[in-house]
């Protein structure tokens, strides 16, 4: 009994320690590539216009709370378009002389990470949390999709901004900020709850509007975007 105690105290040992290899790998690599040429790597989240419209990417000092490890090993070894219209859409949305809305100077992530790689960055990025987020608070299991629909749409116009699935594999709405289309593989359910329910504590001038929504509408959203899955 003894014997399988320590073989089993010394198997959590390793894998603790291992885990703290790779995430201090990971920062190694970060700091390396220079990710914080674009990404504000530590809090707080700046607190001006005047210092939003000067942001290149977004914040990733709450990874952690934020995303999927899974989407964010993949993700760094191929970056897509998450923001049709970049990371702060005023900076690259112009009219023309004909007055029709053109989007320039977009471009992806340029983070181009090795598998490796990758996976040590991503155990790094997953320990940035922040420390006051409920967890456990999301709910996720059966909702109305119609009902769902209704509010993101027509209630609260969320598809003015963000993009969806809708009927079928139709991908539509607003460019002014990250798609939902692949919400599901790459959010935690418990971030995106916090985050409609207020998302100036996350980023205090973002143009996110906040709304007083209860907990059954917060569910049902945080629902229905959990569901949006690109494959
Ligand atoms: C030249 C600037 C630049 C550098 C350097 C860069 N990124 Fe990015 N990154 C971006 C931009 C811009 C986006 C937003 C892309 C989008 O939304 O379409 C982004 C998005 C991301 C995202 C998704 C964030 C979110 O909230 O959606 C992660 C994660 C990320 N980058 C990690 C990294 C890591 C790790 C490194 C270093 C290995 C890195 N980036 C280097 C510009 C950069
Ligand atoms: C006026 C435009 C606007 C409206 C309307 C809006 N949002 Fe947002 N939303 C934003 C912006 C801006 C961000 C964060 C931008 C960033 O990360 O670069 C955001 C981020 C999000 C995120 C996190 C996405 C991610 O990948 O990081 C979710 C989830 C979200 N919104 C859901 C909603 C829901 C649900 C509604 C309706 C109740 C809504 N939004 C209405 C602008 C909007």
Known sequence: MKRILFTFLVAIALTLSFHQVEAADGKAIV????????HQMAGPAVKTIAEINKRKAPDLFYAGSKFQEAWLVGFLQNPITLRPAGTVYTNHIKADDKEV???SGVTPCASKLSAD???A????LMSLKDANMKTG???IGKFSKPKAKKVFGKDEGCNACHKVILRGKKVKGGISCPTLNNAGDRLNPDWVYSFINDPQYWD???WMPKRELNDATLQLLTNFIMTQKSK
Not at 31 to 38: E, H, L, P, T
Not at 121 to 124: C, G, K, L, N, P
């Open 117 to 119: 790689e990758a996976a």
């Open 137 to 139: 608070v999301a709910k």
């Open 121 to 124: 960055v991503a155990t790094y």
């Open 101 to 103: 809305d053109r989007i």
């Open 204 to 206: 205090p001038k973002v």
């Open 31 to 38: 700091d390396g590539k220079k990710c914080a040429g674009c």
